[in-house]
C-alpha cells in the first residue's frame, strides 16, 4: 500500500520539478503543463523498462497465460481481451500524464524568489 501511495507522488513531482524549470526557462503555461505530462509519461515507461530488465524471468510467458486464462474465464475473444488491456493501459498513460500536469501546474503557483 505504501509503494502504491508513493508511485502515485511520484508523477506529480516530476510534473513540479518540470513546471519548476521550466519557469525558469520563461515557458508558457501549456508548455509547462504539456512537458509535465511527458516527464511523466517517461518516468513510467522507465518503470516498465526497469521491470523488464530487473526481472529473472522473461515477462511474455506470464502475459501469454494471463491472456489465455482470461478468454478462458471470460469466454470473449482473444480481441476483446486485448483490446481491454489495451484500453486499461491507455487509462493509466491518461492518468499519470494528468497527475503530471497537476504537479507542473502546482510549481507555477508558486511565486518566483526575486534577486535581490
Do not use: N
Request: proline share 4%; charged share 5%.
Amino acid at each position: 500500500m505504501a509503494a502504491c501511495g508513493l508511485a502515485g507522488l511520484l508523477y506529480p513531482f516530476v510534473g513540479f520539478l518540470y513546471g519548476s524549470l521550466s519557469r525558469r526557462l520563461q515557458a508558457t503555461l501549456f508548455s509547462a503543463l504539456s512537458g509535465g505530462a511527458i516527464a511523466a509519461i517517461l518516468v513510467l515507461v522507465l518503470q516498465f523498462l526497469s521491470a523488464i530488465v530487473i526481472s529473472p524471468d522473461s515477462p511474455l510467458p506470464a502475459i501469454k497465460e494471463g491472456i489465455t486464462s482470461a478468454i478462458s474465464l471470460t469466454g470473449q475473444s482473444s480481441i476483446l481481451v486485448i483490446g481491454g488491456m489495451i484500453a486499461g493501459l491507455g487509462i493509466v498513460v491518461c492518468i499519470v500524464a494528468f497527475a503530471g500536469a497537476i504537479g507542473a501546474l502546482l510549481s507555477t503557483l508558486i511565486p518566483a524568489r526575486r534577486k535581490i
